[in-house]
């Protein structure tokens, strides 16, 4: 009897795990290592969507049976490039599937972009989300903060930063972090889009749940909703207009905290001398003049868009590992055989957590379909290599562990789960008796 195929995915994200329920679907008997550099699964699910959107986060649970699988195994703490490269993952197993996502963001590329106060969304999110490699997000002192882009992150930022911190006080969100809201005193949130709010990426429900945050009032510039014809416009367009339009008519005239959206406007400089302490914006509509809007800032977020980070060893080009629906391919065009991207690092930083699944779907069927003809390989053995450099993965029971400390961690505090951000905690349950 021939030995189990062996399959590698390089992500323990929704991506991942996805391609990882596809090919058990049609190939339950596959021997699949899921890789990942952090000793927690779940990727952007855990660390990227917003704390208290606690059913998008359910999805962990369904995808956390990938794990029941005999043959399936969680390897944490293993970085491609660092702890492995992409050739002794080829070695090793008959396929080699990354999913290893976008992990940095795009540039406004103005200037004073670099003056302290100007940071990144994705690192403002990773900050609220416990990542462990998230930077603090100090808000001392910051009572206008601005957003640039209209998408669901810059949405949710634009949310949290709005929202009583009482509210949030029964999400898993670090001690730390809920510490920081409750002392910010935040007044003014200007959310920035470069287009009409038709054209906005952010999804309806989204949008009306900050339209809707208690306690707000909602101004807007740069467009007249009435001037927009719905009958030019899809569904989600119309909806978003409407929504909109609907939340200003019913603004209060006083509120002690303000969401200020700025349409057809972007920033042109952003002025201060130690620290950021205005944004400058210019109008962007088709024949617009004007000298446009100064905003007062000491928060500046970019939430323009992510981009993918080159795995060493492996082809990498405009964002993307090049590939041609999930085969890998060089960059000039010739194929990779038994290598695959799935994901945003396959098709770009688009999409919600759920368009993954199509896309596991099509790049797990190209997988199954090569193994049936790729010839068998003696391949080598990945966990010698990894134990001669000192490498000692974790594991999905770790991971149970971490989970379990999370779920004691807020009992104690009277919330489902408080998240466990610091490394040092993480490692110290990972390996307890070290």
């Not at 009897?1 to 992500?11: L, N, P, Q, S, T």
């Not at 795995?311 to 990498?316: S, T």
């Not at 961690?409 to 919330?415: A, F, L």
Request: net charge negative; hydrophobic share 45%.
């Amino acid at each position: 009897m021939d030995e189990a195929r062996r399959v590698a995915i390089v992500g323990a994200g929704p991506a991942g795990l996805f391609t990882a329920a596809a090919l058990l679907a049609q190939s339950p008997d596959l021997s699949i290592d899921i890789f990942d550099r952090l000793p927690t699964p779940f990727g952007l699910l855990r660390y990227g969507v917003a704390p208290d959107h606690a059913s998008i986060k359910a999805v962990a649970t369904t995808l956390a049976r990938v794990f029941d699988a005999p043959g399936v195994r969680f390897l944490g703490l293993v970085e491609v490039g660092r702890d492995v490269t992409p050739d002794e993952l080829h070695a090793a197993y008959d396929a080699v599937v990354y999913a290893v996502g976008a992990a940095d963001d795009r540039h406004l590329g103005i200037p004073g972009e670099d003056l302290p106060g100007s940071r990144s969304a994705r690192q403002f999110v990773a900050w609220y989300s416990g990542h462990p490699d998230a930077e603090p997000q100090p808000l001392a002192g910051v009572r206008d903060a601005v957003v640039i882009g209209v998408g669901n992150v810059a949405v949710d930022v634009a949310r949290i930063l709005l929202k009583d911190p009482a509210a949030l006080s029964a999400t898993d969100m670090p001690d730390a972090v809920l510490a920081e809201l409750q002392r910010a005193e935040i007044e003014h949130v200007w959310l920035v889009g470069r287009r009409g709010p038709e054209h906005a990426s952010f999804t309806t429900p989204e949008l009306r749940e900050l339209l809707e945050t208690p306690g707000i009032g909602v101004t807007l510039d740069g467009v007249d909703p009435a001037a927009i014809d719905p009958e030019t416009l899809e569904r989600h367009a119309r909806a978003n207009v409407a929504a909109i339009a609907a939340a200003v008519a019913a603004s209060p005239q006083v509120a002690p905290r303000w969401l200020h959206l700025a349409f057809w406007h972007r920033p042109a400089v952003l002025r201060g001398e130690d620290r950021v302490r205005a944004v400058r914006l210019e109008p962007t509509a088709p024949g617009a003049g004007g000298d446009g809007l100064e905003v007062a800032a000491d928060l500046v977020l970019r939430s323009i868009g992510y981009r993918g980070v080159p795995v060493p060893g492996l082809p990498f080009d405009d964002g993307r590992i090049p590939n041609l629906e999930g085969r890998a391919l060089e960059l000039d065009g010739s194929a990779r055989p038994g290598e695959y991207a799935v994901g945003w690092i396959k098709r770009g930083p688009v999409g919600l957590i759920g368009s993954n699944k199509k896309d596991a779907a099509e790049t797990a069927a190209h997988v199954l379909e090569d193994l049936a003809t790729l010839p068998r390989r003696r391949l080598t053995d990945l966990a010698a290599r990894l134990a001669a450099r000192g490498v000692t993965p974790s594991t999905f029971a770790d991971w149970r562990r971490i989970d379990a400390a999370e779920i004691d961690r807020g009992g104690i505090r009277g919330r489902e789960r408080t998240k466990i951000e610091a490394w040092h905690d993480l490692l110290d349950l990972v390996r307890p008796d070290a």
